[in-house]
């Protein structure tokens, strides 16, 4: 059952998606804007201790991302997630998504962030895209920015072998509630 007409659903520009997955988290267009998230990043320079090694980075390609296209670091993602008290716990990947607990309240858990690899152009572009997993009103959806509306999972159990699918391609699995566990 698809009520994809209540669900926010950002859809994917340029190399955004990390942008895309924040906002489709929280449910909210501009929660996170691309001036929160390069700002984000430009603390992050100004905060790491090997700070001077990094001066040869161009303009460009900037040292938590990427200043035209976007494409952010897991850095941005969980310094941007902290500044909105919310906490990141890193899923094992040499765990099955079996030992995920799917069922805990969308009080305290979130949702779920992915790191998947992707492979575009007949192999001649890897790179890897974020993509949110959320529960709304009991139902778990998919909300990556690259699809054309939002998936809905008919249970946990799809969702367990979605997330069991993808960590077997070099996915990574990131868990975020809304407090410190």
Not at 27 to 38: G, M, V
Not at 103 to 121: A, Q, T, W
Request: with cysteine; aromatic share 10%; glycine share 4%.
């Amino acid at each position: 059952m698809e009520k994809s007409s209540q669900i926010y659903h950002e859809k994917q520009k340029l190399q955004f998606c990390l942008l895309h997955a924040l906002n489709n988290l929280f449910q909210e267009k501009d929660t996170f804007t691309r001036a929160d998230l390069n700002t984000v990043a430009e603390k992050l320079v100004l905060v790491d201790p090997n700070r001077e090694n990094q001066k040869w980075v161009p303009f460009i390609f900037k040292q938590h991302h990427n200043s035209i296209t976007g494409n952010y670091d897991i850095n941005v993602l969980i310094s941007a997630l902290e500044q909105k008290g919310k906490s990141v716990v890193w899923h094992d990947r040499r765990k099955s998504a079996s030992s995920i607990y799917l069922n805990k309240s969308e009080d305290v858990l979130m949702g779920i962030i992915l790191n998947i690899p992707v492979i575009r152009f007949r192999g001649l572009w890897k790179s890897r895209h974020w993509v949110a997993l959320k529960r709304i009103q009991g139902i778990w959806y998919n909300l990556d920015s690259d699809l054309h509306t939002p998936h809905s999972f008919r249970d946990t159990e799809e969702v367990k072998e979605f997330l069991d699918f993808v960590i077997g391609c070099g996915a990574e699995v990131l868990l975020v509630s809304h407090e410190k566990e």
